[in-house]
T-cell receptor, first 113, second 114 residues
Framework: IAGITQAPTSQILAAGRRMTLRCTQD?????MYWYRQDLGLGLRLIHY???????GKGEVPDGYSVSRANTDDFPLTLASAVPSQTSVYFC????????????FGQGTRLTVV | TQLLEQSPQFLSIQEGENLTVYCNSS?????LQWYRQEPGEGPVLLVT?????EVKKLKRLTFQFGDARKDSSLHITAAQTGDTGLYLC??????????????FGQGTILTVHP
């Protein structure tokens, strides 16, 4: 079934450790996004990519990095995790950056202790 | 930074009542979308509005895009318990160096009681 796959589904991570959240889509979408969602409320944009090879910073990029080596994959890395990065992380993709529907993964629940 | 302010943040109503959720910004957007999110899942698109002043209807839901493309509203008529959920607005940047960014509001948690 076409869509977006995130891994892992959940993770408990010790503070100071490095962690990469994986995101893969098979819809050949150009644009991809990483959001974090706290307290069951709105989504805050961490990083985005309009096309393979390009990335941009969102509202809360500090402590996170991304890469977009190809169309399908958009990994999010926490270089040295801190407790304030405890959140639910959603990856999303759109066909392009114009007015099209964003499709979301199921999310990764990350707890930093 | 383009911010989308949603109001109210929480809404608790009885079945059959009408309600309106607002999404406001000081910035212009090329389009504005409304999503609904269920617990444990990612948001799912309800509608996209593109033209200033545009009105779209989806059964009992009416969406409007402001004339200046800075704000939007979602109106639900005769709410049902199945409407319970988190409603999110999202704006796409109109251009410039942030072209392509999709920014979400903080969401409105709607609870419809039987």
């Amino acid at each position: 079934i076409a869509g977006i796959t995130q891994a892992p589904t959940s993770q408990i991570l010790a503070a100071g450790r490095r962690m990469t959240l994986r995101c893969t889509q098979d819809m050949r979408h150009n644009a991809m996004y990483w959001y974090r969602q706290d307290l069951g409320l709105g989504l805050r944009l961490i990083h985005y990519s309009n096309t393979a090879g390009t990335t941009g910073k969102g509202e809360v990029p500090d402590g996170y990095s991304v890469s977009r080596a190809n169309t399908d994959d958009f990994p999010l890395t926490l270089a040295s995790a801190v407790p304030s990065q405890t959140s639910v992380y959603f990856c999303a993709s759109r066909r392009d950056r114009e007015r099209t529907e964003a499709f979301f993964g199921q999310g990764t629940r990350l707890t930093v202790v | 930074t383009q911010l989308l302010e949603q109001s109210p943040q929480f809404l608790s109503i009885q079945e059959g009542e009408n309600l309106t959720v607002y999404c406001n910004s000081s910035s212009v957007f090329s389009s504005l979308q409304w999503y609904r999110q269920e617990p444990g899942e990612g948001p799912v698109l309800l509608v996209t509005v593109v033209t200033g002043g545009e009105v779209k209807k989806l059964k009992r839901l009416t969406f409007q895009f402001g004339d200046a493309r800075k704000d939007s509203s979602l109106h639900i008529t005769a709410a049902q318990t199945g409407d319970t959920g988190l409603y999110l607005c999202a704006g796409a940047n109109a251009g410039g160096t942030s072209y392509g960014k999709l920014t979400f509001g903080q969401g409105t948690i709607l609870t419809v009681h039987p």
